[in-house]
């Protein structure tokens, strides 16, 4: 099983300031199966990113994401209040495949 | 738009059933595989089973493999999750998603409580 680990678990920054975002992978992924997304307590999961960089319709273009072999990273450029969440990787690979979500980490207003 | 709409959840005894279905409407659901995704009490996502569009492939997480059976009526627009043989740690949120494209779902229900509990 592939294992997605996302660091920091807690990352504290005021609105405006840039997010920095890491997901890293225990085994390679193919990057046409990482996907972001965003969760705000009592919400269902959002998709941000699919295919580890395209955004899903109606993201805003602050939002962005790249990788580099197993890390993948997902950057917001200019934290708006809104962002303020939980944002889960999640990747589909591995041998027997299998789908598997990274732990989260917590966004919160500094 | 695409709508799911997750019911059937509640409260039930270790070693229990319960059936949850999900109600898609907005978009031609028997073109789609379709998935199960669940959350335990303030914990991260765990990807529970999906079904390809014509049922002829189904995934299961190891955990609920043998226990919970997923399964489509396409004429109903309709998913369906069975759980046997429930266990305390299958307390979650049960989230209904689409897939879209392979391997990622794109749009998710709001979700039903399933609480496993004597």
């Known amino acids: 099983e592939i294992v997605l680990t996302q660091s920091p678990g807690t990352l504290s920054l005021s609105p405006g300031e840039r997010a920095t975002l890491s997901c890293r992978a225990s085994q390679s992924v193919s990057s046409s199966y990482l996907a972001w997304y965003q969760q705000k307590p009592g919400q269902a999961p959002r998709l941000l990113i699919y295919a580890a960089s395209t955004r899903a319709t109606g993201i805003p273009d602050r939002f962005s994401g790249s990788w580099s072999g197993t890390d993948f990273t997902l950057t917001i450029s200019r934290l708006e209040p809104e962002d303020f969440a939980v944002y889960y990787c999640?990747?589909?690979?591995?041998?027997?495949?299998?789908?598997?979500f990274g732990q989260g980490t917590k966004l919160e207003i500094k | 738009e695409v709508q799911l709409v997750e019911s059937g959840g509640g409260l039930v005894q270790p070693g229990g059933s319960l059936r949850l279905s999900c109600a898609a409407s907005?978009?031609?659901?028997?073109?789609?595989?379709m998935a199960w995704v669940r959350q335990a009490p303030g914990k991260g996502l765990e990807w529970v089973a999906n079904?390809?569009?014509?049922?002829?492939?189904?995934y299961y997480v190891d955990s609920v493999n043998g226990r919970f059976t997923i399964s489509r009526d396409n004429a109903k627009n309709s998913l369906y999750l069975q759980m046997n043989s429930l266990r305390v740690e299958d307390t979650a949120v049960y989230y209904c998603?689409?897939?879209?494209?392979?391997?990622?779902?794109?749009?998710w229900g709001q979700g039903t409580l399933v609480t496993v509990s004597s």
């Open positions: 907005g978009f031609t659901f028997s073109n789609y595989w």
């Open positions: 999640q990747q589909y690979g591995g041998s027997p495949p299998g789908h598997t």
């Open positions: 998603a689409r897939v879209r494209p392979w391997p990622t779902p794109d749009s």
């Open positions: 079904m390809k569009h014509d049922e002829s492939e189904r």
